[in-house]
């Protein structure tokens, strides 16, 4: 890949979010540097991030694609009380459990989790114990 200033601003702008942020989140923060720069591009850049190991890509399922800096193996879960993508770390790659099965060539994998974020849980947990305190 050739260097380009306004690719690096992007991967400043993935760097510095501490979350897992949208192309449109990247853009109106990039857009505060480089006026100028239009979201197409953002999301073009994006993805050749993504091609070459830079960022990860993260797949939500009707929703837009969220990015993400951290490269060390972990998983995704969607909070389904509030939307946000949380890191999930298992104890081991699940690539090589695939990778074992007998029988099939397994080469990849999309895998998405649903649950709570320890927000939306703690408010649960704080509902369902006022309920039944009555
Ligand atoms: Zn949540
Ligand atoms: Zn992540």
Redesign the pocket.
């Known amino acids: 890949m050739k260097y380009s200033r306004q690719r690096e601003l992007i991967r400043e702008a993935v760097n510095q979010s501490n979350g ?1 942020p949208t192309a449109d989140a990247v853009y109106q923060q990039v857009r505060q540097k480089e006026p100028t720069i239009s979201l197409a591009t953002v999301y073009r850049n994006l993805s050749q991030l993504a091609e070459n190991n830079m960022i990860r890509r ?1 797949v939500v399922p009707g929703d837009s694609d969220h990015f ?1 800096c ?1 490269m060390e193996y ?1 998983e ?1 879960m969607i909070c389904t009380g509030c939307g946000k ?1 949380v ?1 999930v770390w298992p104890e081991r790659p699940l690539a090589e459990q695939f990778r074992a099965l007998p029988g099939v060539c397994c080469t990849g994998y999309e895998l998405v989790l649903y649950g709570l974020c320890p927000t939306c849980a703690d408010q649960e947990n704080r509902q369902k114990t006022q309920a039944e305190k009555g």
């Open positions: 897992h993260v993400d951290t972990h995704h993508v890191d």
